[in-house]
């Protein structure tokens, strides 16, 4: 490992840190951006995965649900459940890559998104924000107002 990627493997592990410490309010929804940016900007392929909060909007725990192509990652909501009761979370913000470089929301990222909302509202799981990162770009279907 070079001299860089120890410094960019120690800043990774500083946000990681502070994203454990940190709630997820407003205020803070920027360390869940960066932090998503450092993980996923070099995947080559497609990752969906989760952010499971406790009650007090803690972190309890960071899981990639799902693995794809270059080009999409299928996701099914039923392991977005399980996951969600294995952590006993209280909300979660979903996150997934778009390698091709746009990060736009895609109509397929829309309905998986209202789908799998739609069952956590039944386990009593509030669901903050789907958020997608592209190369630099990072997109949150929350501040879009698409959840």
Known sequence: MNHED?????AFTILKSRLNEACFSVANQ???QTYL???LI???REVFGALWLDVKMRLIHCEDIALGTLARVCIYPREVV???LKHNAASVI???NHPTGDAY???NDKIITAEIKDLLDIIDVK???HIIVAGTKVVSLANRGEL
């Open 94 to 96: 979903l996150y997934h």
């Open 42 to 44: 070099l995947e080559e």
């Open 37 to 39: 940016l450092h993980k």
């Open 30 to 32: 920027k360390l869940a």
């Open 105 to 107: 929301p895609t109509d």
């Open 127 to 129: 669901l903050l924000d």
């Open 82 to 84: 399980k996951s969600a």
């Open 6 to 10: 120890c410094i960019i493997d120690a």
